[in-house]
């Protein structure tokens, strides 16, 4: 999309440090550019970066994770959005009983923001005594291998009697699948987040009830098309206000995921996302339609 | 290896002679069953009960294996900071063979897969242990790289999907449902244990007679057996005590812990028994001297270092199995639990000095206290500054030890 309309993209990885992120973009303005898209690795941390890309008149893009400014526009999925389809696909599934809650690393903000999308959910029906959440983990680095030896313990500490869990994404869910398998628990309802070939695949043998999609393609789309807007001063089209950590006002454009569960898997196929093979791999008894 | 001082000996030391311990080891026991009695106090009695030992006994195993290797490690002066980087590229490696090179379904892919990501594993360490022998590269800044590389090259040969399930007779090797022996294989492979204890007694009184060592009295003897039986049925009537969900029939030992008890006990006879061991102590204790005797340290060094990519690739296997899933985010960090594990056990990082069983009681000491305090449900941040508390306490009281008796 860039190079039809007269853009170079120019792209820099910050291998996750917020430091060497500030190096970077601090070059990429010496080399002179016309509008920045930035995938902040912290959102307060990379705020002396937004300051001089502001200084130099740079139209800035924060994608896909949020930066606590009202300088730059934020393009991001709905991520309030996120959990509360996490949530809806579970209630579906069971709307009461002892549910386990697996969370995200504790140092990343976005945790916050999922569980609030969550919560809309699933407040009142806690409020109303029929769900209890009975332990919750945060995930260090979202590791599988982590969430594994957690869940087991869980279920240990409450002796096995867990109806729901309530994974943050689909890699601790792996972790939580492993946990639950080795006591003949796999199939409770199970939540995740990101469309993982592996989610996927085991959503359609039932051994998980919903992730949520976030097609990454139309993420990127959507921001260069922002990028090129912005860089022509013209107004970004599906523009909305967004307020950030700190109450801060943010012009942003926000997309919405899509819930996947065991209904709705040909959305995937469609996209191209995953094939109907990679999909329904293994899948024998009880197929979902997008596997018939 | 030790240092052999003479002073008055203690009735612990007695004890401790009599089941083959040093009172160190002893003294590390003992701070272990009080973190299991205090943590069995504060789950009201969940932490001792047969199924989380038998969690605890399978969380501990991968970072058991890699801790075997990385005492060697650090007695011979080096350091390997890739461990964990290991684990996430050796698994994803594993898991993208079993589904994508070899057919998943074949009774020949579990073992083909398990060879070839122990080959993996161990050309990493040869190459990384050549480019600190011959190249002369500070094995910080080799392993350094070999984090970053690693970690970086198990997102890129799968773009960071992850893959699952796998074989499943590999998973059996993680120790999942059916990864456990059962009760019988496990009676049989505590006689078997206890029948190798009193061996090995016997033949250390065989050894002193024929070099005309005073002789140990039966009753120490007896002691030590005694003690080892005890401690081998207390064991194996654990892990049966546990009980498969649903069906109840008794689970036994689980594989990866197999597989751990097989590789404590090689390498410890390896570091007490074997010239290769003598020799990497002799290097880490003064390097200069290992060379004026003859020995070849650098082939030595790149020895150490591919027995740390085997065994890398051995946890691996372990990890992967028992995730049933081929993940790039695997082991991140792992490579600082590995050495914590070490330390704690009394590997000193100035070389020469540590043991085996030091860095698997290390091990345990440091899962015991992350899975007793997920079970009490504190929060994530406050488990890791108890373990960063307790890894520094663990190495001022051993230095604080090490100076005590050589005074």
């Not at chain 1, 209890?132 to 279920?155: G, S, T």
């Not at chain 2, 089941?19 to 003294?27: F, N, P, Q, V």
């Not at chain 2, 594993?94 to 161990?122: F, H, K, R």
């Not at chain 2, 990519?309 to 992967?320: D, K, N």
Request: include cysteine; aromatic fraction near 6%; charged fraction near 15%.
């Amino acid at each position: 999309m860039l190079d039809p309309a007269g853009y170079t993209y120019v792209s820099a990885d910050a291998q996750g440090d917020p430091q060497k992120q500030l190096t970077d973009i601090e070059s990429l303005i010496a080399g002179g550019c016309d509008a920045a898209i930035v995938l902040a690795q912290d959102s307060k941390a990379v705020l002396p970066a937004f300051d001089r890309l502001k200084a130099e008149n740079i139209p800035t893009i924060a994608y896909d994770a949020p930066v606590d400014t009202a300088d730059a526009t934020f393009i991001s999925f709905d991520n309030v959005a996120v959990g509360r389809l996490q949530a809806e696909g579970m209630v579906k599934a069971i709307d009461h009983g002892n549910w386990v809650a697996i969370e995200g690393d504790s140092s990343h903000p976005i945790i916050n923001v999922f569980r609030q999308g969550q919560m809309e959910v699933l407040q009142p029906l806690i409020d109303a005594g029929k769900i209890k959440i009975v332990a919750k983990q945060n995930i260090e680095n979202w590791k599988p291998d982590l969430a594994q030896a957690a869940m087991e313990q869980i279920l240990t500490q409450q002796d096995n009697k867990v109806d729901a869990v309530l994974a943050m994404n689909d890699g601790t869910a792996t972790g939580v699948a492993a946990a639950l398998a080795s006591q003949g628990l796999l199939g409770i309802p199970l939540s995740g987040q990101d469309g993982d070939v592996t989610a996927l695949n085991r959503i359609a043998k039932g051994q998980q009830t919903v992730t949520v999609w976030k097609n990454a393609m139309a993420l990127g789309e959507t921001a260069a098309k922002a990028a090129i807007e912005m860089a022509e001063g013209k107004a970004v089209e599906g523009e909305v206000k967004y307020k950030t950590e700190s109450g801060k006002e943010q012009p942003a454009v926000l997309l919405t995921p899509v819930g996947i569960t065991r209904d709705n898997l040909d959305v995937v196929v469609k996209a191209n996302w995953i094939s109907k093979e990679k999909l329904c791999d293994g899948v024998t008894e009880n197929p979902p339609a997008a596997c018939q | 290896m030790a240092v052999a001082t003479v002073r008055p000996r203690s009735f612990s030391d007695n004890i401790a002679q009599a089941a083959g311990l040093d009172a160190r080891l002893l003294a590390m026991l003992g701070i272990l069953v009080l973190i299991w009695l205090g943590f069995d106090f504060l789950t009201s009695g969940i932490f001792l009960t047969a199924r989380n030992l038998f969690n605890l006994s399978l969380q501990v195993s991968v970072v058991g294996i890699m801790a075997c290797g990385m005492v060697l490690v650090i007695v011979a002066r080096q350091i390997d900071l890739s461990v964990g980087s290991q684990l996430g590229f050796i698994g994803v490696f594993g898991a993208l063979l079993q589904t994508e090179i070899l057919p998943i379904a074949d009774p020949n892919t579990w073992w083909l897969a398990c060879i070839a990501m122990i080959v993996v594993g161990t050309i990493i360490g040869v190459v990384q242990g050549v480019l600190v022998a011959y190249a002369g590269i500070p094995s910080f800044v080799v392993t350094l790289g070999g984090l970053l590389f690693f970690r970086n090259a198990a997102y890129q040969i799968n773009e960071g999907r992850t893959i699952s399930p796998l074989n499943e007779t590999f998973q059996l090797l993680g120790g999942g449902i059916n990864g456990s022996i059962g009760a019988t294989w496990s009676w049989v492979f505590g006689i078997a244990a206890i029948a190798g204890v009193v061996l090995v007694v016997l033949r250390g009184r065989q050894r002193r007679r024929g070099h005309g060592v005073a002789q140990r009295t039966p009753l120490t003897d007896a002691i030590t057996i005694g003690v080892w039986s005890a401690l081998i049925i207390a064991f194996v009537m654990t892990m049966n005590a546990y009980q498969q969900p649903k069906t109840g029939i008794a689970m036994g030992i689980p594989i990866p812990v197999l597989i751990l008890i097989g590789v404590a006990l090689a390498m410890s006879v390896i570091a007490k028994k074997h010239r290769f061991g003598r020799h990497v102590f002799a290097m880490g204790g003064s390097p200069e001297s290992a060379e004026l005797a003859g020995i070849d340290t650098r082939l030595l060094t790149v020895k150490v270092l591919a027995l740390m990519g085997f065994l890398c690739g051995l946890a691996s296997i372990v990890i992967t199995a028992r995730l049933n899933a081929g993940a790039s985010a695997t082991g991140t960090m792992t490579e600082l639990n590995v050495i914590a594990a070490a330390v704690i056990g009394g590997t000193s990082l100035a070389g020469g000095i540590g043991t085996i069983y030091g860095g698997i009681l290390g091990a345990l000491i440091m899962q015991s206290l992350e899975s007793g305090m997920i079970l009490m449900g504190v929060p994530t941040p406050m488990q890791k500054m108890v373990l960063a508390v307790v890894l520094v306490l663990a190495v001022w009281i051993d230095m604080a030890y090490r100076r005590r008796q050589a005074t």
